[in-house]
């Protein structure tokens, strides 16, 4: 062989190897992954966990297809903080997104940028709500901050600002559609992220679901009437009870004129105006049919108004208002999934595809009479995740694993053969997803909620939680402290932490909290800081 040619072939093997060890396996095997997130979708509200409330027939292909998990959580119930431990494989404190307020920090490594370099072709659609565009995509049109129902505005990579006529979750999956159609490279697996907006307040259903949805009745929860006994104080100084916090306007559609006619104040300063806004991005057509419907729900509740209404009947027309607006925008997330799955489907692509169905995090549908999240109780710390893969996932599994949102981005690299960095502080569920023995080890997640003072005015806290019990600290403007059985209470309605029989638990569980926070590089400290920073600003 000539000298020459035997370098040449002799570096190529090399380039090759280096590009196999640094870049994975060849691109005709790596899985694509469609992930695909809403916002604020409580599990109560997937046929494929209960049926109370509604069927959601496309969503719950995934789980028939692979595999659903019941104690899947979050590190943070809250939007943009959820996203930043999702795409950065950290807690809150060390992604820079510990509340909605301050952006994130986009010099932070995200999973997205890995699989880019490592040769995935990229792209979002959505919902990202970081207050900066996203990093390592090759697409994006995503919404600016938490975007609008009707006839949105989206924020796109390559055509700068520009809005779209129609229903919001329609336009991003035909966006989605169009990037799989026509800007999908065969040649490259390919990583997709399609996040909702919906079901995010102020709840406004496609014009197709009014008529159906406002009309529908739904089973109260046991706890609608909670009166927040027997815990600390930091459920009963919350802010987000049905009856009390909700806005007329903006969340129960009670037009501004009908408030003023029957004299009812606004909740807040920016009730009429949660309703306004949105309104008025309607073209005539849209306004039409939402007046066709809505005038009729505002006409009845007038009569009944009139007639004189108790505080229970007041609350009880305040569930069903806030469930049909709800669960009417799940409507079309669920018909817009099976859009998307079908095509999937249709082209071969579920062959070699990981799909993934979350939320950001869960939502009270009127536990303990709330709405909204924040809270380390279950409605809002636990989270929706079905995963199918077909060849991979054996079709209908159930997990109680205890996998958080923390785990995504190193699950996500480790089936496309990337190096998760060492920093990221998630585990893969990989092992876990392929059904080994022994593939997954975890018992106990830490969570930390930090947005306080400020809207609902949940109290910060963190906790260690276990399938058993969940050991809970309320501070900033107080100092107590909550132990759940999680077995025995599974509606949480008591804190036994001072309770004689749970002192050892306590005890032990008080221990495994030091050491959680410290495999996590979180302290008391550092919770100061980011209090201080926060306080500092808000005062501005
Ligand atoms: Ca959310």
């Not at 569930?319 to 079309?332: C, E, P, S, W």
Request: aromatic residues 12%.
């Amino acid at each position: 062989m000539n000298i020459k040619i035997f370098i040449i072939v002799c570096i190529s093997f090399v380039l090759n190897n280096l590009k196999l060890l640094g870049g994975g396996k060849p691109d005709n095997t790596r899985p694509n992954i469609v992930f695909i997130m809403s916002d604020d979708h409580a599990y109560q509200a997937i046929s494929a966990y209960s049926n109370k409330l509604i069927k959601t027939p496309n969503i719950d292909r995934i789980a028939k297809n692979g595999i659903k998990f019941t104690n899947a959580c979050v590190t943070n119930s809250i939007c943009a903080p959820s996203r930043a431990t999702i795409l950065t494989g950290k807690h809150s404190h060390l992604n820079s997104k510990t509340d909605n307020y301050f952006p994130f920090d986009t010099t932070i490594t995200t999973f997205p940028q890995l699989f880019q370099q490592s040769g995935y072709q990229t792209a979002m659609f959505g919902k990202l709500h970081f207050g900066n565009n996203p990093k390592g995509f090759d697409q994006f049109k995503i919404l600016p901050g938490q975007g609008n129902y009707y006839n949105p505005t989206f924020i796109t990579k390559k055509e700068g600002n520009i809005q779209v006529k129609g229903y919001v979750t329609d336009i991003i999956t035909d966006m989605t559609l169009e990037w799989l159609e026509k800007e999908r490279n065969p040649e490259k697996p390919f990583l997709l992220m399609y996040l909702h907006k919906a079901p995010h307040r102020e709840w406004l259903p496609a014009e197709r679901h009014l008529k159906a949805y406002t009309s529908n009745v739904y089973s109260e929860p046991s706890t609608l009437f909670d009166n927040y006994e027997g815990r600390t104080s930091a459920a009963k100084s919350a802010e987000m009870n049905l009856l009390k916090h909700m806005n007329w306007a903006g969340d129960s559609k009670i037009y501004p004129e009908m408030m003023d006619k029957l004299g009812i104040n606004a909740t807040t300063e920016w009730d009429k105006e949660g309703f306004t806004k949105e309104y008025n991005r309607m073209d005539a057509l849209q306004k039409a049919n939402w007046d066709g419907v809505y005038q009729l729900v505002n006409e009845q509740f007038e009569k009944k108004y009139k007639a004189g209404m108790t505080e229970k009947e007041l609350m009880q027309w305040r569930f069903q208002r806030y469930m049909q607006d709800y669960l009417g925008t799940i409507a079309a997330v669920d018909e817009n999934v099976g859009r998307v799955l079908d095509y999937l489907e249709a082209n071969n692509l579920t062959k070699n595809t990981i799909i993934v169905y979350t939320s950001d995090q869960g939502f009270y549908l009127g536990e303990h009479g709330w709405y909204d999240k924040r809270f380390v109780y279950d409605e809002s710390f636990k989270t929706p995740l079905l995963i199918q893969w077909e060849g991979h996932i054996k079709p209908g599994r159930v997990s109680d694993a205890m996998v958080q949102n923390l785990d995504y981005a190193q699950t996500f690299l480790e089936a496309a053969g990337i190096n998760a960095p060492s920093d990221m502080q998630g585990e893969s569920m990989v092992p876990l997803l392929k059904g080994k023995i022994n593939g997954w080890k975890r018992e106990a997640v830490y969570y930390h909620y930090y947005e306080y003072p400020a809207v609902h005015m949940v109290k910060r806290h963190y906790a260690i939680v276990t399938k058993a019990y969940k050991l809970i600290h309320f501070y900033h403007d107080v100092d107590e402290w909550e132990l759940i059985d999680r077995e025995k209470d599974p509606q949480e309605l008591k804190n036994v932490y001072h309770d004689p029989n749970y002192s050892q638990v306590v005890e032990k569980l008080k221990k495994e909290l030091v050491e959680i926070r410290k495999k996590y590089g979180d302290s008391a400290e550092i919770s100061k800081g980011i209090q201080e920073k926060y306080l500092k600003a808000i005062q501005k």
